[in-house]
């Protein structure tokens, strides 16, 4: 799509033959909102965010390269060239309009997935089992709000690709308020929706697990006409979902009950993941999935669920999984010296997530399981007590040595020690960086940490401080 294309769509077509010749009939390389990481050739928009004005950035991103900007009105240019502008009433809502443009003329189809957790791992699996047979585009990373869904979809028109070069897309969709989802299938509707999942997570903004609920069927509700829905039939919540609509097409995935797609003699070997029986509606296949937890098995089945849909054969489906490794910080293992282990999850965490990994490390053969666990953010009213029950939990599982960082870790500490854990063997820092320095001191050979804790506290600065001290085994 051309520069005077886009600016047409975005304003009226005699602002656009103010863009200078020589850029006017050129292609964009790419779209973006960061004038810190934008690339010669891209377009920018000076989107308003919560903490900065990106029209505050526009002459650092025409410096770096950008084809051009987009503006609002009343934006005054100091030194910048007007003719490198493109003017519209509102930024984001521009960004939005071009993609939602993008995705009309399209003639493949946009799977989005949400959840209350497992949607990355999922979008990379889904995206792998697709591939086997058609052309895939996915969203970098979890670009999956207001601004990120838009950049995802606008990928397909970047680095001298277009949407006629794709067949399937497939994008995250996240939330933290209600009647966001719906504001994202309105930008791009779905032509199969995905809920993976309903957690406690963002209490903060909500009265009851029940109200997350609500707000995650809004991706059924946002599905084309005609369209499909995958859903979990072992999450109550999500399987009611289905009762929203009549004009889509309904598959589920599931290990505990009857389900459209599901993984049957499954055979739990710790941290190298499982091995199980693939049934869909097509046929059954021996498969293995190198993922650890029952989490992933479940994220597994339904990217099964996707591809068997759209036509996959089971056997490349099984193919793909096998194939499969973490996305970064999302189960990753870390093999230190010594032969310690760590489980570098530390990209979020809520309440269930975390119950899902102490399994996995329950089920790990190691000489001594350590635990090191932030805080779990946006909870509310409810996080002191989530928190506690969390500790009990971990009191139960097998586990040597517990470490909670910063804030309302304590809780899981104070959790842990009522339920007979010493106040040697549950321990509470206020950094992370003090809670590696623990940590180093406490390890012995053969251990194996599970490391988790929600994105704004950085877990992952502890694995990363392992790793220095440590050194990586060898292969």
Known sequence: MKLGEIMSLLTSAEAATRLQPRIRSQEPMGFSIDSRTIKPGELFFAVRGEIHDGHNFVKQALDRGALAAVVEWGYRAENIDESSLIRTSDTLRSLQSLASTVLRTWQGFEIAITGSSGKTTTKEITAAVLSRTAR???????????????????????????????????????????????????????????VTNVAAVHLEFFESVDEIAEAKAEMVSGIKPGGAAVLNADDDRVARMRSRRRDVEFRTFGIERNADVMAREIKADGLR??????????????????LTGRHNLLNALAAAAIGDFYGVPVSEIASALATCTPPKMRGQLVKLANDITVINDSYNSNPNALDEMIATLRSTECKRRIVVAGEMLELGASGPELHRASGRRISSADIG????????????????????FTADNAVFCETVEDAAELLLGRL??????????????????????????????PE
Request: net charge negative; aromatic share 4%.
């Open 136 to 194: 895939v585009i996915k969203s970098s990373g979890n670009l999956n709000n207001a601004y990120g869904v838009p950049l995802s979809v606008l990928k397909m028109e970047s680095d001298g690709a277009h949407a006629s070069d794709f067949d399937f897309g497939v994008f995250e969709m996240g939330m933290n308020h209600a009647g966001e989802i719906s504001e994202l299938t309105r930008i791009a509707p779905p032509d199969l929706g995905v």
């Open 273 to 290: 993941g499982s091995s199980f029986i693939l049934a869909t509606p097509h046929g059954e296949v021996a498969a293995k999935l190198p």
């Open 401 to 420: 040595l517990l470490i909670g960082v910063r804030g309302m870790a304590n809780e899981i500490v104070k959790g842990a020690r009522e339920a007979g």
């Open 444 to 473: 012995d050979a053969g251990d194996c940490v599970l490391v988790k804790g929600s994105r704004g506290v950085r877990m992952e600065i502890v694995v990363e401080r392992l790793r220095k001290q440590l050194g990586e085994a």
